[in-house]
């Protein structure tokens, strides 16, 4: 007899954001890359994450960009990031 899991044992995947909040996410993604490397020619990667948090606070805190959108570029960040 084979164990197989039970399908309530395992946790679903969550389902990715939809594309067009995926492609706002690159859009503001890109813009917050141009305006830090316009303004810090020497910036790093884990300075650009930080960069990239307090963009994300502030997207939600004014809402600038829906929370599926901040989503999407949360789950961009992190993948670029591997």
Do not use: K, Y
């Not at 492609?23 to 960069?51: I, K, M």
């Amino acid at each position: 007899m084979t164990n197989h899991p039970s399908p309530l044992a395992t946790s679903p995947q969550p389902l990715p954001p939809p594309l067009h909040d995926r492609v706002a996410a690159l859009e503001h993604f890109v813009q917050q890359l141009v305006l830090v490397l316009e303004c810090e020619p020497a910036f790093t990667a884990h300075a650009l994450g930080r960069w990239m948090e307090l963009s994300r606070s502030r997207m939600i805190e004014t809402g600038s960009a829906s929370p599926s959108e901040v989503a999407a570029l949360l789950r961009l960040q992190r993948q670029a990031a591997q």
